[in-house]
């Protein structure tokens, strides 16, 4: 990837459970030598922010942390994605800062109604499970990367040595929005088209039947990220391209 000439993008990248601002390195290195401006916090709680982790950390903690970053950092016309669980957090994000929002990445991630957590925002078939799991206990130990369908063993060591437990209290929490995608220039919805079984195949066919939507699928698992790094930044370029 050649460094871009026109004006930089403001990329936010927003990972998923169990995971930090670490995951984007692949994808942040690309972009910034592109010539862009990246920024991949590490969620509250998580990752170098573990010692943080309290049973009080809820969804909105996350979205007040990326809130907090944009506005710290002055960001406007921004490009934001979220991976997998960071579907909520953007959504939460978008809502609170519409008017800094150029283009919305949902990278095989939820996406919300109205009202909904993200075990309202599961099929139907898997919410009553998830929500035994997430309210058995304060702090979710993180599945192993094999689960997610990486198949590289040197990939499976490099994400299963930096994931941490994950605050429950984010799974349950409902997110009050009026749907903020429908307010942004662009939104993207990408699929990871091997990972399966997977919560994100309902959403995927009803945001393909939804007006405003593009739809992308990437041929690997669900870590898009770590697998698909030159892929995944050409596609947030072009969410970004005007």
């Not at 409902?174 to 699929?191: Q, T």
Request: proline share 7%; aromatic share 8%; with cysteine.
């Amino acid at each position: 990837m050649t460094p871009s000439s026109e004006m930089p993008l403001n990329f936010v990248l927003v990972h998923g459970a169990w995971h930090g601002g670490w995951c984007w390195r692949r994808v942040s290195d690309r972009l910034v030598a592109a010539g862009h401006r990246v920024f991949s916090p590490t969620l509250t709680g998580l990752a170098d922010r573990a010692h943080l982790l309290t049973p009080e950390v809820n969804l909105m903690t996350h979205v007040q942390d990326v809130v907090g970053l944009i506005q710290s950092e002055e960001l406007e016309d921004i490009v934001l994605c979220g991976h997998s669980y960071g579907g909520m957090v953007i959504t939460g994000v978008a809502e609170a800062l519409r008017s800094r929002m150029d283009a919305l990445v949902y990278l095989d991630a939820f996406v919300p109604e109205p009202h909904q957590s993200l075990v309202d925002a599961m099929p139907e078939d898997r919410r009553e499970k998830a929500r035994l799991a997430f309210g058995s206990n304060w702090r979710i130990p993180s599945p192993s990367a094999a689960s997610w369908k990486i198949t590289s063993p040197e990939e499976q060591a490099w994400v299963d040595r930096r994931t941490s437990d994950q605050p429950a209290a984010c799974m349950l929490q409902a997110l009050e929005h009026d749907r903020p995608w429908e307010h942004v220039r662009k939104a993207v919805y990408i699929r990871a088209a091997g990972y399966d079984p997977s919560p994100f195949g309902a959403i995927e066919a009803r945001l393909a039947q939804t007006p405003g939507w593009q739809m992308e699928r990437a041929a690997c698992g669900h870590e898009v990220m770590v697998q698909e790094p030159e892929w995944l930044s050409q596609r947030l370029l072009a969410a970004g391209e005007r």
